[in-house]
């Protein structure tokens, strides 16, 4: 069954549109690279919102080191740091450190993780941990980390996967150091498979028990409060929510996120939170630990903030590659996490966004195919760029300005598969369309020639006859030739045989001779010669006029059927007629016509001759060689004339 033109550009439309769609829905593994990629593109495009103000780095830096001295330091120094930084008006200390050995000390009266456990049961101070998944370290439960009560909520199907990673195991500081600490909360960040950092977990679960991440807990504590739930939307989507707390109001009167009494938190289906970063590195506040310890701080510097204690320094630092740069230390993740947190400023993807974006193939796919089937595949590739270019900058323009990612990768599949493929079959069906055309115009060049053989055999059977055996010589005769080097480039195979299917026309002209010299028995007189050696003007003026009459031009196989039919009567040595031209200024076509039509007439009965055998025929063609034929012509001969014998020896199949 025929497919017709149109319905298979919209099939070829259609099927990689709909296939692209459901990759979309199903979200195939190998997938997730590409997709990674596109999401950090959105993100480096998008506009940054600077941090909050209220989050504050103080950073055990090369400066702190070189001052105080290698790191770990004692835990009474640490102490003395928090102290300090508590009394400068911190509303919340995070420790990104864990002191997981007891302190060495040289017989202080007081042990310095005492002291440590007596600065931090002096309040708002949360505590990091590390939790572990390979079973290898302390159980969890061995820990007190402080954990939540977070009822999980699910909507639909009540045997959804778990929203939460389940650790095995635990890093922890020293039991004592953690009971004194007001909360606590693990530090895991681990970066995707390609070694980027775009999500953290904030809440995770072992043995049974939820626990918040430092960011999290650091929040939680300087809102007063610990009620959370989680709601899971779907596999991809859910949220937290946090209620209660101490409403809060900044003094310069300006709206304060914290001072709702309840919040929700977009987050992944393993309670990951897409991280919006507030810039490259460094993007908040550092503060060196030694100018703490000095005093070298302003009051307003920690005053109502939330200040995590890390280190930077060279050798003890944590470091993750992010969207936005390629060295981010360890707090200052937390730091971020606890500033999307207090401005509710995140990056997520809406519960509906894989539908969403499965319509978006759709519709691209269909306008594509409208767009194809009424202007064609160039229009309709200036169309799918220009949508592609719209959704890309709406992606963008969307994360930059609500911190929604919706990928504009499938849609990009989709339309540019589409494309490809409507292109393809575009292109098979032009290519149809030309070998249609080209048997159209083969036939019709055979019906022209058997039309005007059919003439001349009314006029002189025996010239009609003549002109049909020449056909096969002269495909033989070119095939041969074709393998010397100055006629490798003219005589294609296509050519060849273009050239063996015009060879019979070489003598229409002779329609234009009169029949008294056509069938005159004996040698023509020097007036009857001359208007016999009329004929290939005659029959060059017939392709003329037919050209100038259907109005083409410079078509490929009129011009061989003109040098055919004008020049097979030149000689190599300029002797021949009508022009008198010499050497390889006698077309190709000529050349190789006039060895075949004198091989044929000398060796065929004429009324005006006896034939000549098949090896008086090659002797008196190799005498012509380099006179009346071109050499290189007369060398092919040679070598094929075994097969002429065998062809002229055939009988009559050759003049039917």
């Not at 099939?11 to 990759?23: D, E, K, S, W």
């Not at 306008?367 to 963008?396: E, K, S, T």
Request: with cysteine.
């Amino acid at each position: 069954m025929t497919v017709r033109p149109r319905r298979l550009l919209f099939l070829c439309g259609l099927v990689p549109t709909l296939l692209t769609a459901a990759f979309c829905i199903n979200r195939p593994s190998f997938f997730s690279g590409l997709e990674s990629r596109v999401y950090d593109t959105l993100v480096r495009s998008s506009r940054t919102r600077p941090p909050s103000g209220r989050v504050v780095i103080v950073d055990v830096d090369e400066r702190s080191l070189s001052t105080v001295g290698q790191w770990p330091w004692r835990r009474d120094l640490i102490a003395t740091l928090i102290g300090k930084v508590r009394d400068l008006g911190a509303s919340t200390i995070a420790l990104d450190i864990v002191f997981a050995e007891p302190e060495r000390y040289d017989g202080a009266a007081l042990s310095p993780d005492v002291v440590l456990a007596d600065a931090l049961g002096g309040g708002r101070v949360v505590l990091g941990y590390a939790l572990t998944f390979d079973g290898t370290a302390a159980p969890s439960t061995a820990c007190p980390h402080y954990a939540l009560s977070v009822p999980v909520v699910h909507r639909g199907d009540q045997g959804a996967e778990d929203p939460f990673f389940q650790a095995t195991g635990a890093v922890c500081s020293l039991p004592a150091l953690a009971r004194a600490a007001v909360a606590s909360g693990f530090m895991n960040a681990a970066p995707d498979p390609d070694g980027i950092l775009r999500r953290v977990p904030v809440l995770m679960e072992s043995g049974g028990r939820v626990y918040p991440s430092l960011a999290l807990a650091a929040v939680a504590a300087t809102r007063g409060s610990r009620e959370m739930t989680m709601r899971v939307a779907n596999a991809n989507t859910s949220w937290l929510t946090l209620a209660g707390g101490v409403e809060t109001q900044p003094e310069d009167g300006d709206s304060d996120p914290l001072s709702a009494t309840e919040w929700s938190v977009p987050l992944d289906g393993k309670s990951n939170l897409l991280l919006r970063y507030r810039g490259r590195k460094r993007t908040f506040p550092y503060v060196p630990a030694v100018a703490v310890l000095n005093g070298q701080v302003t009051p307003d510097t920690f005053r109502d903030k939330m200040v995590f204690i890390g280190t930077t320094a060279l050798g003890t630092r944590e470091v993750v590659a992010t969207p936005l740069d390629t060295l981010f230390t360890g707090v200052e993740v937390q730091a971020t996490v606890a500033d999307n947190l207090l401005q509710r400023d995140f990056n997520r993807r809406p519960e509906d966004g894989v539908g969403i974006e499965a319509l978006a193939v759709i519709a691209l796919g269909v306008f594509l195919i409208a767009l194809v089937g009424q202007f064609g595949v160039g229009w309709g590739a200036i169309g799918g760029a220009a949508a592609l270019a719209a959704l890309w900058i709406g992606a963008a323009a969307l994360m930059s300005a609500s911190g929604v990612f919706m990928s504009p990768l499938f849609p990009t599949l989709g339309v540019t598969a589409a494309l490809a493929a409507m292109t393809m079959a575009q292109s098979t069906l032009e290519r149809v369309r030309a070998d249609q055309a080209g048997q159209e115009k083969a036939t019709a060049q055979r019906v022209m020639v058997q039309a005007l053989l059919a003439l001349v055999e009314i006029r002189d059977i025996e010239t009609g006859r003549h002109s049909r055996r020449t056909q096969q010589y002269t495909r033989v005769l070119a095939t041969a030739l074709a393998s010397h080097r100055e006629f490798r480039g003219y005589l294609t195979p296509e050519r060849i045989e273009l050239l063996s299917a015009l060879a019979p026309l070489h003598d229409i002209g002779k329609v234009g001779v009169p029949d008294r010299l056509l069938n005159k028995p004996g040698v023509l007189t020097p007036e009857e010669l001359v208007e016999m050696r009329k004929h290939p003007a005659h029959g060059r003026d017939v392709i003329l006029r037919t050209e100038q009459e259907v109005g083409v031009r410079d078509d490929i196989t009129l011009g061989i059927a003109k040098d055919i039919v004008y020049t097979h009567h030149e000689k190599w040595d300029g002797s021949g007629y009508p022009e008198g031209l010499r050497g390889t200024d006698i077309p190709i076509p000529g050349r190789v016509m006039a060895l075949v039509d004198v091989y044929d007439a000398v060796h065929t009965r004429r009324l005006y001759h006896e034939p000549l055998t098949h090896d008086e025929v090659v002797a008196f063609i190799v005498k012509g060689r380099g006179t009346h034929f071109d050499p290189a012509v007369v060398d092919a001969f040679l070598k094929v004339s075994p097969v002429l014998r065998s062809l002229s020896e055939g009988g009559d199949h050759l003049a039917a």
